[in-house]
């Protein structure tokens, strides 16, 4: 799992939402939760790479018409169904269950995603609701019978003060064991050594629920990294926070390095709990025995010479020999079977012999049309000297020459963007009149129009389900086919011709109207007329 605060979904000429940087830096999580996405409910936003979206948003803000906060849930498809939302009614945070069930844990997990705006801001102030007492609130209906976790961004410096009691005993106490007592664990470290009032309400908060702090004091993060990087100074305020009995499932929290064109000052944090997925109760865990599509191979006037010589190698004669021994195949698995060491055979000889086609490569990373090779070089010097400074944080030279770094890319980015659209302008007038066709063009590229750029989510699974019911009766016919497999089956023992079965009515329907109508008509002659079959055979021919 983790945690980000990205700083908006959409920053600057970013769509994080299908940038291929942004993605991969997630994609290998079971569970992703961003917070200050800056997004509303009316987005079009539907999946972020291979995740299931779930967006919590606030109000448009009625002073500039934007939005702020903002919280996404991110779930992987195998886990979607198990990972439930719950009802909500505070759009700073939101709260998600793990069902045990499926986790393989000893009780519920419920995780809550929290963005707790900073203490200066005016929509705490004027908001007059303290998030702590809210949670308070919350956790007293869940922790009798699941484990807790919180993450997010608290905007809360808490330094190394103890989030537990030290040395916590009841030998002196007549409480009996209705005491719950504090393990023994190991302290937190923290670089951020400051101190403020949400950092202190926040311990206090954790001492009362019997939760303890990740940051500092998990493996991978044992010195308590910083978490976000302003010109301002380095800090501490983005945590995950679990339940004191649920710290066994924890295999390791780290602080991932600062990316600026990604986050405006947030680090990524991610965790790993060990979990246990029961795969007969998702059909999508089912493994299927599906094989990998075999390679494609170019096709030449001197292939079918070099083809057959490739079949009649030792190897291949061993594998055709083989194959003829084993003699009739009758059951389902003996023809699978059989039919897999076939294909083999012939790739074997098709590697001995043929040119395999090229692979292109898909899904190009795509950038904006003026962002050419100067900003592409500018921002990846930007994030290499990011990790520096992340490194770094209190050296003042590395954080001037960054945040230099950081004004001359968007000064850099803003220029170009700004000459981009004043040349389209230009070209769009000229255009419109001299050109239609290249006008037309230019609006399709400027649309990024482009048909091959759809992404296949669907699993084997699905896949092999399609194929499996793509000739599959439908139930509501089912009775119908029935009944036309009994009458073909009494039509086959009657001892009726076929062709009288299908043509007898017919032509003594057609002779009777005929009749009425010659009758109709006055004539007599033409009914005198009719064909009337002699013979037995003649009547089966009619």
């Known amino acids: 799992m983790c945690t980000w605060n990205v700083g908006g979904l959409f920053s600057g000429d970013i769509d994080k939402t299908q940038d291929k940087t942004f993605i991969d830096s997630i994609s290998k999580y079971d569970l992703a939760f961003l917070v200050e996405t800056h997004v509303g409910y009316n987005s079009n936003i539907k999946n972020v790479g291979p995740f299931n979206y779930y967006p919590v ?41 793990l069902e045990k069930k499926f986790f393989g844990f000893h009780r519920d997990l419920y995780i809550c995603v929290i963005y707790y705006p900073p203490v200066t801001s005016t929509y705490t102030k004027k908001g007059g609701i303290e998030l702590f007492e809210c949670l308070e609130n919350d956790i007293t209906l869940f922790c009798k019978d699941a484990d807790i976790l919180l993450c997010g961004d608290f905007n809360a410096r808490a330094g190394s003060h103890p989030d537990l009691i030290i040395q916590d005993e009841i030998d002196f106490l007549p409480l009996y064991n209705t005491y719950p007592l504090d393990k023994n664990i190991m302290l937190r470290k923290n670089r951020d050594k400051k101190l403020d009032c949400r950092g202190k309400d926040l311990c206090e908060f954790c001492i009362s629920h019997q939760l303890r702090i990740l940051n500092g004091r998990t493996l991978g993060d044992l010195n308590g ?60 865990c089912i493994d299927h025995d599906l094989h990998t599509m075999p390679s ?48 083999n055979i012939f ?26 090779s100067d900003l592409h070089s500018m921002r990846k010097n930007l994030i290499n000297y990011g990790k520096i400074y992340s490194s770094n944080p209190k050296d003042p030279m590395v954080k001037n020459h960054y945040y230099k770094l950081y004004r001359e890319y968007n000064k850099c980015r803003k220029t170009k963007k700004k000459v981009f659209k004043a040349d389209i302008l230009e070209q769009l007038e000229t255009l419109h009149e001299d050109n239609p066709k290249l006008y037309w063009g230019l609006i399709n ?98």
């Not at 991110?74 to 979607?80: S, V």
């Open 57 to 97: 948003c606030r109000p448009i803000t009625k002073a500039n018409n934007r939005y702020y906060g903002g919280i996404a849930i991110l779930r992987k498809p195998h886990i979607k169904d198990h990972v439930k939302i719950l009802k909500n009614s505070n759009t700073d945070y939101q709260w998600v269950k």
């Open 225 to 284: 990294n910083f978490t976000c990087y302003t010109p301002n100074g380095a800090s501490v305020v983005d945590y995950s926070i679990v339940s004191e009995s649920a710290l066994d499932y924890i295999l390791y929290f780290r602080v991932a390095e600062f990316v600026p064109t990604l986050s405006d000052c947030h680090c990524k944090i991610e965790w790993e709990m060990s979990a246990q997925f029961s795969a007969n109760l998702r059909d999508d």
């Open 296 to 343: 494609r191979y170019m096709w030449s006037e001197n292939s079918v010479t070099v083809f057959q010589e490739a079949l009649t190698s030792p190897s291949v004669l061993e594998k055709i020999s083989d194959f003829i021994l084993k003699g009739h195949f009758t059951s389902k698995i003996e023809i699978n079977e059989a039919s897999v060491k076939l294909t």
């Open 347 to 372: 790739i074997e000889a098709a590697e001995q012999s043929l040119k395999k086609t090229p692979k292109y490569r898909k899904n190009k990373k795509k950038h904006k049309n003026f962002f050419d």
């Open 445 to 542: 590229k400027l649309q990024d129009k482009n048909h091959d750029s759809s992404v296949n989510n669907i699993s084997p699974s699905d896949w092999l389900h399609h194929f499996q019911d793509l000739n599959k009766i439908n139930d509501n016919f089912l009775d119908r086919v029935k009944h036309l497999e009994e009458s073909l089956e009494s039509a086959e023992i009657s001892p009726k011709c076929f062709n009288e079965l299908d043509f007898v009515d017919e032509v003594n329907a057609s002779e009777h109207n005929r009749n009425n109508i010659c009758k109709k008509c006055g004539n007599q002659r033409e009914m005198n007329t009719q064909i009337k079959p002699t013979s037995d055979d003649d009547k089966n021919l009619a």
